[in-house]
T-cell receptor, first 113, second 115 residues
């Protein structure tokens, strides 16, 4: 089992819809969870971080964390074509005393007009 | 303010050659990370430094890889000898603190192709 798992996609949604991206992780000791966005040919950039169970909202983005189910998700409301990118879920992993980020393989999102 | 700077942006070399990738972290950031990204393995942490000292190099794939940070504003990742399977995008990232609650800022990456 991979430490961080994501559906590779592509996830295709129409403009204006809600995009829902999901991630599961294997280590119950993980405490920090991140969503990075990576445009094709570019570097990852942090868009959301979450550390407590529940929802965290920032503009059109909402991160949701459920530690009991080892599940973290990212919702993008009013999706725009400019949101088309690969979204990487990252979790602090056991190796290195939880001071290292473990990345999922990413979910490719395509928002079509 | 300048972000993380990496050079070169693209490197094409032949198998067996030495490759040196360079990184300048954001000023004031005490932590520097080297990652490798491939289609097959995704984004993997190779090594990270705190205050110029290597803290964890368990992700370095083999002895052909080495990394140094001689001062707070410069780090290198060296591959000697290079092999075709080393072809990947190598990212450098920096953060103010190492604990993952702090944001890691990524550089533009170096796309390495080993023929």
């Amino acid at each position: 089992q991979k430490e961080v798992e994501q559906n590779s996609g592509p996830l295709s949604v129409p403009e204006g819809a809600i995009a829902s991206l999901n991630c599961t992780y294997s280590d119950r000791g993980s405490q920090s969870f991140f969503w990075y966005r990576q445009y094709s040919g570019k570097s990852p950039e942090l868009i959301m971080s979450i550390y407590s169970n529940g929802d965290k909202e920032d503009g059109r983005f909402t991160a949701q964390l459920n530690k009991a189910s080892q599940y973290v998700s990212l919702l993008i409301r009013d999706s725009q074509p400019s949101d088309s990118a690969t979204y990487l879920c990252a979790v602090n992993g056991r190796a290195g005393g939880y001071n290292k980020l473990i990345f999922g393989a990413g979910t490719r999102l395509a928002v079509h007009p | 303010d300048a972000g993380v700077i990496q050079s070169p942006r693209h490197e094409v070399t032949e198998m067996g050659q030495e490759v040196t990738l360079r990184c300048k972290p954001i000023s004031g950031h005490d932590y520097l990370f080297w990652y490798r990204q491939t289609m097959m393995r995704g984004l993997e942490l190779l090594i990270y430094f705190n205050n110029n000292v290597p803290i964890d190099d368990s992700g370095m794939p083999e002895d052909r890889f080495s990394a140094k940070m001689p001062n707070a504003s410069f780090s290198t990742l060296k591959i000697q000898p290079s092999e075709p399977r080393d072809s990947a995008v190598y990212f450098c990232a920096s953060s103010i603190s190492g604990f993952p609650t702090d944001t890691q800022y990524f550089g533009p990456g170096t796309r390495l192709t080993v023929l």
